[in-house]
């Protein structure tokens, strides 16, 4: 069977791998009907090189790409011609070992001379030298691929034998090409070489260039590693094939990544679309509201006008029928008394002479609401408190996602809030610069200093405030509104502090506090301070003490959020501490102002 196959087995590539260029070990033919190693094509695909994906399988040949991975069986008509192939070649090996070491002598003219169509044991003998040859081309290259390229790392392959660190590359002698004639030095269809006028049938790696075998020997190729340039075009080839999956991975990758943003943009714009026509629905909704709301405030004006004006008419027309009764009255005595018929006067005088019976006038008046402006008072009241709701509604609409669903945080503010205290300021221990309201529960910073006797008690360098109220033990809760100012300065401090000259302030020293700088930044005053991000700026904060717990908690009471909270522990009596911080030329002149506590309701 040999004998009548070998006249086919003249080309080493149909026995060649493309994948790892080495003749087939358990050959598969896959469906678009290219042949592989098993090993080979199984390691491709396992890559990812092969597609990457479970829907998406492809030949390293032809590309063609198959949606389910198919299931490879080996081929064992291409195994058996392949074994029978191995099997000449070694044979061939060992009948032409003699005349491989003499390449120059002639056959002996006893040896049988081959058959006609078998390939000669010369030829079989030079295959195989090549196949042994070119993996060993110096300490670089161990294998017949490239170092670099991925392929030369497929498992089910034996590495060829390399040489040792220190030993030199042999010289690399090419190979002689047969046909069906007998040797030929080159084919006539490749490119000459320019000095030697021979085939450019071997790849220089070292000095990357097409060589002829005559330049493989001359000194300046000698050495160099030289493999034929049919193989390093394969190898390339496959390394090319490689990268094109991969980049076409990579194409997929992003035009999906691309489809995906572009999908996130629409679905932004519709969504833009439908919040900016529910927003101007609202909007034109609140319109409608304020304007009817207008129209009834206008009209209970006029209603308080008119029954003004009736009650008015009332009494004008019972005061000017009063006016022509007592006319009347006078004109009937003014005639009497020049009358000088005395019967006719005494009989009428008892009748002129009773009193008149009259109203009392003096508490009579015409008064309204609208005269105290009460109604005007009352809309300006609401309209700065919708105006102030407005203001904060940017803030509200950018608020994280996460901080608006606060029910767990609004359960804990509402519980906090059953421990509120009657918090008033301490006068005697006020900065001189400090001005306190009369009914101590504001405070902010005036221009100058105040006249005021320097008792132990007063702060005389830093502008603060102690609040009259002292806690040893328990909970409390009070609330600061803190709307207009840009810089504050809120929390306790121990009774015993130092309040003369520079203070350091840390929870070390007896200070514990929330602190805010240029209208931005918040921080909790340790050593050094802790920095806080806040996604809304409260105008209204809470003040939680546990004291035997040690427990100090901040909170936005409009936003219902925690801000922060520091456990320490504290020994002495606690005071709420209040600074306004100075005014700044008139831009922090607001007032810090202690607030009535009003729990939330459940419901809301």
């Not at 660190?165 to 042999?170: A, E, I, T, V, Y």
């Not at 405030?297 to 005061?319: G, K, P, T």
Request: aromatic share 6%; hydrophobic share 30%; with cysteine.
């Amino acid at each position: 069977m040999a004998t009548s196959l070998s006249s086919v087995f003249l080309s080493e590539d149909q026995f060649t791998c493309s994948i790892c260029l080495d003749v087939f070990s358990n050959p598969v033919s896959t469906p678009c009907g290219h042949s592989f190693c098993q090993a080979c094509i199984s390691s491709y695909w396992d890559g990812g090189r092969g597609g990457g994906s479970p829907a998406s399988y492809q030949c390293p040949i032809c590309k063609e790409s198959f949606c389910k991975r198919p299931e490879l069986h080996i081929n064992r008509t291409l195994k058996e011609i392949t074994e029978q192939f191995k099997q000449m070649t070694s044979a061939g090996m060992n009948g032409g070992e003699e005349q491989n070491c003499h390449p120059h002598r002639h056959p002996s003219p006893t040896s049988s001379p081959p058959r006609p169509g078998e390939m000669p044991g010369s030829v079989l003998a030079e295959m195989m030298t090549r196949f042994q040859r070119l993996p060993n081309k110096g300490p670089s290259h161990p294998t017949l691929l490239h170092p670099d390229d991925p392929l030369s790392q497929s498992p089910g392959h034996m590495q060829p034998h390399t040489n040792g660190p220190h030993d030199p590359p042999p010289p690399y002698s090419p190979p002689r090409r047969f046909t069906l004639s007998g040797p030929a030095d080159s084919c006539p269809s490749l490119p000459l070489c320019p000095v030697h006028l021979r085939g450019l049938e071997f790849f220089c790696r070292t000095d990357q260039s097409c060589v002829c075998s005559v330049c493989v020997e001359t000194a300046d190729h000698r050495g160099h590693n030289v493999i034929p340039a049919k193989r390093e075009w394969n190898i390339k080839k496959s390394q090319l094939g490689i990268t094109e999956v991969e980049l076409k991975d990579l194409i997929s990758d992003r035009e999906a990544k691309l489809q995906q943003i572009h999908n996130q943009i629409h679905n932004i714009k519709v969504a833009a679309g439908q919040q900016t026509e529910g927003t101007v629905c609202a909007f034109s909704k609140l319109i409608s509201s304020v304007e009817r709301c207008q129209a009834q405030a206008l009209e209970v004006i006029e209603v308080c006008h008119r029954a003004a004006e009736h009650r008015a008419q009332s009494l004008l027309r019972e005061l000017e029928e009063e006016i022509q009764e007592l006319r009347k009255r006078s004109n009937t005595l003014s005639q009497l008394t020049q009358c000088e018929d005395y019967i006719l006067f005494l009989n009428t005088f008892p009748t002129l002479s009773s009193p008149l019976q009259t109203k009392d006038w003096s508490k009579a008046s015409v008064e309204s609401e609208l005269s105290s402006g009460l109604v005007l008072r009352t809309v300006n009241q609401m309209i700065l408190r919708f105006e102030e709701e407005l203001r904060r509604l940017p803030e509200i609409c950018q608020r994280s996602p996460q901080e608006p669903s606060g029910s767990r945080t609004n359960t804990k503010v509402r519980r906090v809030q059953e421990y509120a205290d009657a918090i008033t300021l301490d006068r005697l221990t006020a900065h001189p610069r400090l001005i306190v309201s009369v009914d101590a529960m504001q405070v902010f910073c005036g221009d100058g200093h105040q006249t005021l006797p320097d008792n132990p008690e007063r702060f005389d360098r830093v502008v603060c405030v102690l609040a009259q109220q002292g806690f040893s033990s328990g909970r409390h809760y009070w609330e600061v509104d803190v709307g207009g100012k840009t810089d504050w300065d809120l929390g306790v401090a121990s009774r015993s502090v130092n309040r003369k000259g520079k203070i350091t302030v840390s929870p070390a020293h007896g200070y514990w506090f929330l602190s805010l700088r240029d209208r931005t930044e918040y921080s909790f005053r340790t050593k050094p301070s802790t920095s806080l991000e806040l996604d809304l700026r409260p105008t209204r904060i809470g003040i939680y003490v546990d004291y035997d717990k040690g427990l100090l908690s901040f909170y936005n009471v409009e936003a219902r959020v925690l801000i922060y909270t520091f456990t320490d522990s504290f020994t002495d009596v606690i005071h709420p501490f209040f600074s306004p911080c100075t005014n700044k030329s008139g831009r922090n002149k607001a007032p810090l102002i202690i607030c009535p506590v009003a729990p939330q309701n459940e419901a809301e």
